[in-house]
């Protein structure tokens, strides 16, 4: 079958004729009934009728019904991550942040969420549905099993963004700050600081649930369709293997997550253990097959139209089908390659690494396949509307996004990409430049159908088309230079140097220019439902009106939208014998890359999950991540249990251990001129890296790599590397830029330093604040808390209240002081904890001068300690809205005094 | 905007004139490919880049070419 042998749309969306000895059961007449008073009342509004085409069958109406619904969540996660964005931009520019550090988190996880479920997948599954039946000339049945589906897809969306009070005051804090993953045990109650309503676990169940029944929905169809017309199809359409593809990894993916988010429920009401590291595995079979289920969009998108405009089929069906079979069987098996820095038995590592490098096979035939379907279209015979203009973005960003997987696949290499911007790059570059690319391509061939009207305007079109491409690709370009400045993912707090701020400030303007651009579709879509020219379709094969409703993209039509005839001149073997001869290549390489890497994979895949033989006279880290700081308990050369501070020597091996209380968390120690330390850090769980500490003593920054709730910005701890003998100056540190990484903290002289706490309670803006140089003797500098610094993210004033003004009001009556000492501490290597020097009362409003007499050596100044924090806005926090407490530690730094 | 669309084909215009689409997306191969090594290149200066990243790049380059020379030397699709 091709897809020119297709029913008509009119014969293939007809209502089921119901049998008259057969009833349908009383509930789902009750149901039919209702709908139909409800449409038939609506459909007398025009504005309803045109934009949910209340006057057609059920499966055109409930398409558009999804249409309009994954638009809406489009829309509304662009809000998110407009929101996002422009609060990191100004932290970037040192302006007032108008979001708490939940609202902003809370923005990304649901940018997250609906842009990937509520519109991306909620588009691809109204859009496969509607062209999978149209195509097949299926009669649709089981309307309610679909509307089902559809209801409990939204419905997880509204329960995903967790609750809201109306009254007795109106409060909307609890949206859910956890990332559109989530790492167990973040968000469970009992077991992690920060705690997420109940509801988001019922909406992952939602979504689960409704997901999984569109794909059995559309697996009994095909079965229908299989069965009736067994013996007569030869051939299944390439593009149907992919939608085919789909049904079947949706519930092989999707199962898994299932399972994870009942774990989670469990454990969140207190029921049977938790086991955090395998939750994670179960969670990223789905966390992998997901993507993979977003990516058969742009594929299936090329198999369906490249061979519609090219008007030939495809360059080798055999080469199609195997294609579509490898991606169905890999898809499921690679969820370890996400979790390459947890402690993961080596062999697991590198086994997924080469089954990764194995999916790269079904890509490298479909692009070439694909490529090679054009050959031999001639100039004319081709035309540039904006189904093929969205289709060659698609391709083009395809190999963009998709050429960095190998880069995050080689585990060795992954190190230094992980917990970067550089993973964000690269999953907008998939997500947008590919996903949604191929998704638009879809849409501008498909939409007149559902429509029932050519698009109406052209230019529009084209606008659309040139601006999203220069939003998105900016957008990408602006997220990896972040990641190469060494910027974390998800962060709020950043080093601001000129780069990262530059670059930050034009990820924004391009962000606004990709949502900006979105307004030239929705202009077109309206305009097309109320203006359109009618689409008339008699007498077309699918394939003509696809060519009919993408020409009216076009302002100057000039290619025969009419199939022509097409002999086959070129014979298969040849045909095949170029794809066999491509794909051996890509073998070969494969197995090069794989030999070259597996070595350093399989090395560093043992340290992080077994203990290593350090050499002797080497410092032993014990690390406890309390969510929000570290514990640090230190033998060997330097003994002693800290808080946030590790102490080594120069050049000084450096064996850690590292668990976590609470949620997951990350060890990052990114130097830029040595090897990147980064393991994750998982409770119940043990974590190892052996590394040898920087040859130039300096203060290195230690920031949490993983995210693991709202305040996970503050929590960076220092390598604070001691001279091998005597005391040494900063110079050589200062002059080398800090060994190269950007999250050492900026260092200045204590004479004259005068410290403001930001709104987010750190030194200015950094954490650990400025490591300050002073010679031995009188050292003295100052500190100053502004009232004005004082707000709902400001956690060292611990007041929640129905009253905004309930912190001012706390400290007015507290004499501005808050029940803190900050100091100067010497570090004691030889055992103990922090020594005191000199403390004061924590003043807030007042300048406090800090002053001591000190001999050449490192201390510690600020807040030493971590402090309780509860958000609580509204004192409304329950374990139903969620609740969120920790304890944090953000005004601190290194004194460094030496000759 | 709101031109008229779905009129009649006008001969004149359907004069070929351009590239064809598989230079079209052999370009678009390129400038994707480009982007992509330019990402996995920018980490040229971290210490294990030798070791630990660049034969994964060095192979995506050597396919990248290998696609493109093979792409052109494959008969057309006709």
């Known amino acids: ?899 | 905007m709101g031109n008229p669309v779905g009129e009649p084909m006008r001969a004149a215009e359907s004069v070929e004139r351009g590239i064809t689409p598989f230079v079209w997306f052999g370009v678009a191969i390129i400038v994707g490919a480009a982007f992509a090594l330019f990402m996995g290149l920018s980490y040229y200066n971290t210490p294990t880049f030798t070791t630990a990243a660049l034969p994964t790049i060095a192979g995506v380059t050597v396919a990248v070419v290998a696609f493109l020379v093979i792409g052109a030397w494959a008969p057309s699709n006709d």
């Open chain 1, 1 to 899: 079958m091709s897809t020119n042998d297709a029913a008509s749309p009119e014969s293939a969306v007809a209502e089921q004729p119901v049998p008259v000895f057969e009833k349908p059961p009383a509930v789902i007449r009750f149901f039919d009934a209702t709908e139909e008073a409800i449409r038939s009342r609506l459909a007398k509004l025009t504005f309803f009728q045109r934009v949910f085409q209340l006057d057609r069958d059920w499966m055109t109406r409930i398409t558009m019904l999804m249409v309009v619904a994954s638009v809406f969540w489009g829309i509304v996660g662009a809000f998110d991550i407009f929101g996002f964005e422009t609060q990191v931009t100004a932290f970037a520019l040192g302006q007032s942040l108008h979001l708490s550090n939940q609202e902003i988190y809370s923005s990304l996880t649901l940018h997250g969420i609906r842009m990937l479920f509520g519109f991306a997948q909620q588009l691809e599954l109204a859009l496969f549905g509607i062209i999978f039946v149209t195509a097949f000339g299926l009669v649709p049945r089981h309307k309610w099993a679909y509307y089902l589906s559809v209801l409990l897809v939204n419905l997880s969306m509204v329960l995903l963004e967790g609750p809201f009070y109306l009254f007795p005051q109106f409060n909307d804090n609890y949206f859910p700050a956890l990332g559109w993953y989530f790492y167990s045990p973040l968000g469970i109650r009992g077991l992690s600081s920060y705690i997420a309503s109940p509801l988001w676990y019922f909406g992952w169940i939602a979504l689960c649930v409704g997901v999984i029944l569109w794909a059995a929905w559309m697996l009994i169809h095909f079965l229908d369709w299989w069965r009736s017309h067994r013996g007569q199809v030869r051939r299944i359409p390439p593009f149907a293997l992919f939608v085919l593809a789909t049904v079947i990894l949706i519930p092989v993916s999707y199962a898994t997550v299932l399972a994870s988010s009942a774990w989670d429920v469990f454990n969140y009401f207190g029921v049977g253990p938790v086991d955090p590291l395998a939750n994670q595995v179960l969670f990223w079979f789905f966390g992998h097959g997901v993507v993979y289920i977003l990516f058969l969009i742009p594929i299936t998108a090329f198999y369906f139209l490249v061979p519609i405009f090219a008007k030939r089929p495809i360059y080798s069906y055999r080469a199609a089908f195997a294609a579509a079979v490898i991606f169905t069987i890999l898809t499921p098996l690679l969820s370890i390659h996400h979790l390459y820095l947890t402690p993961v038995p080596p062999w697991s590592a590198w086994l997924t690494m080469a089954l990764t490098f194995l999916i790269i096979i079904p890509s490298a035939i479909t692009f070439f396949t694909i490529w090679m379907t054009t050959k031999g279209v001639k100039k004319g015979e081709w035309q540039w509307n904006a189904v093929t203009l969205f289709l060659l973005l698609s391709f083009a960003g395809t190999m963009a996004g998709g050429l960095t997987g190998p880069d995050n696949n080689t585990l060795a290499f992954d190190i230094d990409l992980h917990n970067t911007m550089f993973i964000v790059s690269h999953f907008h570059a998939i997500a947008l430049l590919s996903i949604a690319a191929g998704g638009f391509a879809v849409v501008y061939a498909a939409f007149p159908l559902l429509a029932g009207r050519l698009w109406y305007s052209p230019r529009l079109s084209q606008a659309h088309f040139v601006s999203t491409a220069i939003g998105w690709g900016g957008l990408v370009l602006f997220m990896d230079l972040l990641g190469s400045d060494g910027i974390l993912r998800r962060s709020l707090i950043f080093p601001l140097t000129n780069a990262v701020v530059a670059d930050q400030v034009w990820l924004t303007v391009f962000v606004i220019v990709s949502i900006s651009a979105q307004l030239f579709f929705v202009a077109n879509v309206l305009l097309t439902l109320f203006r359109g020219e009618l689409l008339t379709v008699q007498g077309l094969s699918l394939d003509e009106i696809v060519r009919k409703m993408a020409q009216s993209t076009h302002p100057k039509p000039s290619v025969p939208i009419s199939d022509s005839k097409f002999v086959r001149r070129t014979p298969r073997s040849r045909r095949e014998g170029a794809e066999r001869g491509w794909i051996t290549v890509v073998v070969v390489l494969i197995v090069g890359v794989l030999v070259a890497t597996s070595p350093l994979t399989l090395s560093d895949s043992t340290t992080i999950g077994t203990p290593s033989d350090p050499p002797a006279g080497s410092e032993y880290l014990s690390l406890v991540n309390y969510q929000y700081y570290w514990g640090v308990q230190e033998s060997g050369p330097v003994h002693g249990s800290f808080s946030d501070v590790m102490v080594v020597h120069a050049g000084q091996w450096v064996a850690v251990n590292a668990t976590a209380e609470g949620a997951t968390g990350g060890f990052y120690l990114p130097f830029r001129n040595l090897p990147t330390v980064d393991i994750q850090v998982i409770p119940d769980a043990m974590s190892y890296w052996l590394f040898q500490a920087p040859s130039v003593p300096g203060v290195y920054a230690a920031p949490d790599s993983e995210y693991n709730g709202p305040w996970f910005g503050q929590d960076v701890a220092a390598l604070v590397v001691l001279p091998t003998t005597g005391p040494s100056s900063l110079a050589e540190y200062q002059s080398s830029g800090g060994e190269g990484d950007i999250y050492n903290p900026p260092v200045m002289g204590a004479s004259g330093a005068f410290l403001i706490v930001d709104q987010e309670g750190l030194f200015d803006n950094s954490v650990p604040g400025p490591t300050l140089t002073a010679t031995p003797g009188p050292v003295s500098f100052q500190y100053y808390i502004p009232r004005s610094s004082i707000g709902i993210d400001n956690y060292l004033v611990n007041v929640t209240s129905n009253d905004p003004n309930g912190q001012l009001d706390y400290l007015a009556a507290h004499n501005y002081t808050l029940p803190y000492r900050l100091g100067i501490y010497a570090i004691n290597t030889t055992g103990g904890n922090l020594v005191p020097v000199t403390t004061m009362p924590l003043r807030v409003g007042s300048v406090m001068n800090e002053t001591a007499t000190l001999p050449a050596g490192v201390y510690v100044y600020g807040l030493t300690s971590p402090i309780p924090y509860v958000y609580n806005p509204a004192g409304q926090s329950t374990w139903m809205t969620g609740s969120e407490e920790g304890e944090i530690m953000g005004i601190w730094g290194i004194l460094w005094v030496s000759p």
